[in-house]
Structure formats: structure tokens, C-alpha cells
């Protein structure tokens, strides 16, 4: 005979809303030896049998030990038990191992590790299927109450705040906005950390006492009270201060002295992103399509990935925003969207399968029953995958992995939101759209191009619209429920590599480079671009450990720079050439593009001559 157990631990914070997975914890499955016990504690409210398990009693009990295993990060478990665990399919304790590094990023330098007793389980067993006679399964789910998971924070120093942030008019949880936490204090207010809230606007920040119980003034003597006085501040996704909390909130009776697992509800005045029940389309990657972006499509503002006003986009950029699951016109009805684009904002092309990122787009998320628990499965859109039966749940395939939920886009380019996520529909990334296709480019140099020389046809970008659409009928143009999003998006593309040349005469002109060269060293380069963020020119050696510096050898202009220098004229290089050492060298040329796909920037790239003195 064959078990298979399956579980999943969680731990309740405040409510059934702020829970947390058991992640990376012990799972330790014991034979029982009290029979006479056994039925009363198989069937007792597990409420009533969670406790601590001292170190003796962890030793005196570990002969009987049955099986062990790890909690993966969603808190789950298996255990396959069988003929060599000597297990028949009797009841058995299940305890779980953890320290004082759970859930920190950086553990402790010493560990202090706890056993606790979750119950008495006499699992029932069911037969997985008639093809595999003898093969049985269980499923098993278990929530710590917040009681006690909360006093087993704080023996292990885990503070939590689990929150929630909403718009205030209409409710709405609100997906991707950052919230800081902070602790008022005397001399200076602590940061306690931040992140970002999720689909269904729920973030949770952990810190240790640590972090609120600094003092700058060693000589000091406070006594810290217990726990720290909260205060919060929620930004965008794009750094705007939506609620700014004031430091006097963290002296109010609901903030002061926060317990080790505080919950917290945030209202926002004007959620910036969803404030209505309507689809919306808010931006490409990070950037928000109105106020981050300029009328010439390049981004207007800095951002920490980004760092840096006027750059374009390159690559597969991300269009994100809202699709509601029914038209906001009949609330019977699933919604369909699509994008549209357009080079000059009068003649409109719809974003087919054509002009896509052709790879796996997670779009939302659904809860599904998988190997008798529940779980999560991705809602997708990915053209090398089946499409999925619209609105279908998979069978119980256990124990193999949960497949994907997959749309497609119809040959017009509209996909039809599913009716089963867990939020009204789609929030974030809607398409990713490959700007290669509708803006091609890349290697920017033509016949004749030489180092030292302008580009002979140097290579531009061009001006992108995308407008949203909505529907219910995409085969209907004339449905009443067709919406087209008055607010379009702009963005500048340009694909095109840099023109990035290099030469060195004494090189060309038949020597090789381990002759040495002496006398003069002429360098000719060009670095070009309709949207250079930076060029620079270098040379390095290791008879050299201070460095060479080369007269005027960066930039930031656009277009960047093509031009001819000799090393051994007076002032071009410090040192100056003469006194180089006889050693080998290398001379670089590298250029960065001022791009972005909305969430990262282009990458620095360089070419390089090795050459002997």
C-alpha cells in the first residue's frame, strides 16, 4: 500500500484576510503509543491540542518518529508513506520545527529552534483511482489561530503589519501601490519596511524589534514600550504620494504600542488607478500613460529604473491595465478587449498575435481545488499552449502540476476575460506587445561607415499610439456595448543598436598587437544614436593601477560623438603617453541607449582592442 499525504500550514495573523503560508518549516509525522487516547484525541478540535512540545519531550518521542519533510514557500507538504515507514494507514501526530530565522531574509547569527503539536490526525483515506488499486490519498489544510501563531512571532522576533489599502469612494482594493510603515520616535522616526499590495490589495511588511527599538544617543536610557507607534505613506507604482499619513497618527490609541501582528485597513482619496467599475488602460510597463510619458512619447519623469527624463522604449513593452469581467453597459455579459495602434492617431491597425511577445503572459489568477486542497492557477495568455475551454476548471489532476488557464487572441486581437478569476477581472499587464514589429531595427551601420566618421545614414525611431477597446460581440462592430478609452497612449520606439566603431591606426596599418607600439597611438571612434544616454572611451593596464584618464573621452549628447585623437599629443591622456610602462593595454569604447521597455533600461555594451607598449 501506498499514502499520500498532502497539506498545507498557514498561520492567521489578525483575520482570516492576513494570513501567512508556514513557509520552509519542519513537518514531522509521529506514530502514537497512547491508544487508549488515541480515538479521543483523532476527533478532537485541533484548537484544543495545539501546544508546544518541550525539548525533552521532543527527545523522548523521536523513536517514533514516523517521516519528515520541508513546507515549501506556499506552506505544502508530501509525504509518501508506505511499506518502508511500516505504515498500514493508522492515525498519527503531526508536530512542525521552526526557528528564529523563519520568514527573515537574513537569519540570525544564532538560532533558537521551537517544536509545536498541531494534532492527532486518523487520516481518511480514499482510493486515488480504480487504475491504481492500493494507491490512496489525503488532503489536509490547517490554519494556526491567530492566538497562537501570533505568541510564536513574537518568541521568534517576527513582527508582521498584514494590511489592506482601498479607494475611498468606491472601495475598491487596489493592486501595485506601495505602503511604507514607520515607527515615531524621539530622536528619529524608523523605517520599517515596505511593499507592494497585491490583486486584492493586501500587503504585508515584517521586521524585528530590532528595527524600532534603535536610539541614536548610546547614553540614552529609554525604556522602549512594547511595541512600535505606526504611521504609513502609499505611493503609486510610479512614485506619486497618494496618502501621506501624519507622524501624530502613530500617538492615537489604535497605533500606539502595535502588537506584534497589527492589521491595518488604508483608504486612499483617489486611488489613481481604479476608481470606477470601468475598464481603463493606465500604462505601459511602469509608466502611467498620462503625466509619466510625453506628448513625443518619451518618459517625462524619473524613475529608480530609469533613471533619467526623455527616454524612449525598446523591446517588448507590457500594456497594463484594467479589464472588468462583464461590460460595464450589461453586467450579463463577458467583456472582450483588444489594443489598437496607430502611427500618426488617424489610421488604426488592431495588435494582433502578429505583433506580440509571443511568450507566456500571466493576466490573472483563479482558486481551484488540486490534490484535495485549494490552490492557485494562473489565468494566461500564451499562443504555445492550447487554448483552454473559456471559463473551464480543470479536474482534480493530482499529484501532477496545475496547468495553466490559457486564452488566445482572436484573429482580430481580442481576448475574452475569464469569468472565474478571483478579481473582477484583469488587473496589470493585458498584452505584451513586441515594438520590434511595429518599429523594426537593428544593427544601425551601413557600408562605408568608419571609426571617426559620422554615420553615413544614421537611424531614427518613430511615434507609437495605442488606443483600448471593450466589447461584448467582437464579431458585432456595431454592438452597443463597444467602448473605445478616449485617453490614448503615446510611446517613442526605437530599435536600432547603437553604431558603435573602433579603431587604432598603429593596428591597422599591418602590425600586430603584440608589436609594440611606441611612438604614436591614433584612436579613431564613433558612437552613435538617436537616443545615446552615455558613450565613453578608455584604456587600462595593470602597470598602470592608478588609471589612465583620456581628455574628453565621455558623453551624453545626443547622437553621441565621432572623432580621431592621438594618445601621444600633449594633454590628450594623464600620464601622458611617453611615460606609459611596456605592458599590454586595453582600449574600450562602450554606449548606453537611452531605452526602457518600461521596467528595465537598455544595458551598457562596449568593444574592446588589446594592444602591446
Not at 46 to 60: L, R
Not at 349 to 363: G, I, K
Amino acid at each position: 500500500m501506498n499514502y499520500v499525504f498532502k497539506g498545507k500550514l498557514c498561520g492567521i495573523l489578525c483575520n482570516d484576510d492576513c494570513r501567512e503560508p508556514l513557509a520552509g518549516v519542519k513537518v514531522r509525522l509521529y506514530r502514537t503509543d497512547n491508544r487508549e487516547a488515541l480515538a479521543v484525541m483523532a476527533v478532537a478540535d485541533t484548537s484544543q491540542t495545539f501546544h508546544q512540545v518541550s525539548e525533552e519531550a521532543v527527545n523522548a518521542k523521536s523513536k517514533l518518529l514516523l517521516a519528515e519533510t520541508t513546507a515549501d514557500e506556499n506552506g505544502e507538504f508530501v509525504f509518501n508513506l508506505g511499506e518502508k515507514e511500516n505504515y498500514k494507514g493508522e492515525a498519527f501526530d503531526i508536530d512542525f520545527y521552526c526557528g528564529t530565522g523563519f520568514g527573515k531574509p537574513v537569519p540570525p547569527k544564532k538560532m533558537t529552534n521551537f517544536q509545536f503539536h498541531l494534532t492527532t490526525l486518523q487520516p481518511q483515506w480514499r482510493e486515488r483511482n480504480a487504475a491504481n488499486q492500493g494507491d490512496y490519498f489525503f488532503g489536509w489544510e490547517y490554519c494556526i489561530a491567530s492566538k497562537w501563531w501570533c505568541q510564536i512571532l513574537k518568541m521568534l522576533d517576527r513582527w508582521v503589519i498584514c494590511g489592506k489599502v482601498v479607494d475611498c469612494q468606491t472601495g475598491k482594493p487596489l493592486n501595485g501601490l506601495r505602503v511604507f510603515a514607520y515607527d515615531v520616535d524621539l530622536i528619529q522616526d524608523d523605517p520599517l519596511g515596505s511593499d507592494f499590495t497585491d490583486a486584492s490589495g493586501h500587503f504585508r511588511i515584517v521586521y524585528s524589534s530590532a528595527d524600532f527599538s534603535k536610539t541614536l544617543l548610546s547614553w540614552l536610557n529609554v525604556e522602549w514600550p512594547a511595541g512600535p507607534d505606526l504611521y504609513f505613506r502609499v505611493e503609486s507604482g510610479s512614485g506619486s504620494v497618494l496618502l501621506a499619513e501624519p507622524r501624530s497618527m502613530g500617538h492615537t490609541s489604535a497605533r500606539t504600542n502595535a502588537h506584534n501582528c497589527f492589521c491595518v485597513k488604508l483608504c486612499v482619496p483617489d486611488g489613481e488607478i481604479y476608481t470606477a467599475d470601468d475598464p481603463l488602460f493606465t500604462r505601459f510597463g511602469a509608466y502611467k500613460i498620462s503625466g509619466d510619458i510625453n506628448a513625443g512619447g518619451l518618459t517625462a519623469i524619473n524613475r529608480s529604473f530609469a533613471s533619467g527624463i526623455g527616454f524612449g522604449f525598446y523591446g517588448s513593452v507590457k500594456l497594463v491595465g484594467y479589464a472588468t469581467k462583464k461590460v460595464p453597459t450589461d453586467t450579463t455579459r463577458p467583456l472582450f478587449y483588444r489594443f489598437t495602434y496607430s502611427y500618426d492617431g488617424a489610421t488604426w491597425n488592431p495588435v494582433t498575435l502578429a505583433q506580440t511577445d509571443q511568450r507566456r503572459l500571466v493576466v490573472g489568477l483563479r482558486r481551484i481545488i488540486w490534490n484535495g486542497v485549494l490552490a492557485d492557477q494562473d489565468v494566461v495568455i500564451d499562443p504555445n499552449q492550447p487554448a483552454s475551454v473559456p471559463d473551464s476548471i480543470p479536474p482534480d489532476g493530482a499529484p501532477g502540476d496545475i496547468p495553466d488557464h490559457v486564452l488566445h487572441q482572436d484573429a482580430n486581437g481580442w481576448v475574452r476575460v475569464d469569468q472565474r478569476g478571483i478579481d473582477n477581472g484583469f488587473i496589470g499587464p493585458l498584452l505584451w506587445v513586441n515594438t520590434n514589429v511595429l518599429v523594426p531595427g537593428g544593427n544601425a551601420e551601413t557600408p562605408g561607415d568608419a571609426p571617426g566618421n559620422a554615420p553615413a545614414s544614421p537611424k531614427n525611431g518613430r511615434r507609437v499610439f495605442f488606443a483600448y477597446q471593450t466589447t461584448d460581440d467582437p464579431a458585432n462592430p456595431a454592438s452597443p456595448h463597444f467602448r473605445e478609452q478616449a485617453t490614448k497612449g503615446v510611446i517613442y520606439i526605437n530599435n536600432w543598436e547603437e553604431v558603435r566603431l573602433l579603431q587604432l591606426d598603429e593596428l591597422s596599418t599591418g602590425l600586430s598587437g603584440c608589436t609594440p607600439i611606441t611612438t604614436h597611438a591614433h584612436v579613431r571612434y564613433t558612437a552613435d544614436h538617436e537616443l545615446i544616454a552615455e558613450w565613453a572611451l578608455g584604456i587600462a593596464s595593470a602597470a598602470i593601477p592608478g588609471g589612465i584618464t583620456i581628455t574628453g573621452a565621455s558623453g551624453t549628447v545626443p547622437r553621441g560623438v565621432n572623432n580621431v585623437i592621438d594618445f601621444a599629443t600633449p594633454g590628450t591622456v594623464t600620464p601622458a603617453f611617453s611615460t606609459w610602462p611596456s605592458c599590454a593595454y586595453k582600449l574600450t569604447l562602450v554606449s548606453r541607449r537611452k531605452l526602457t521597455n518600461g521596467e528595465l533600461n537598455d544595458d551598457t555594451n562596449g568593444r574592446e582592442i588589446i594592444f602591446c607598449k
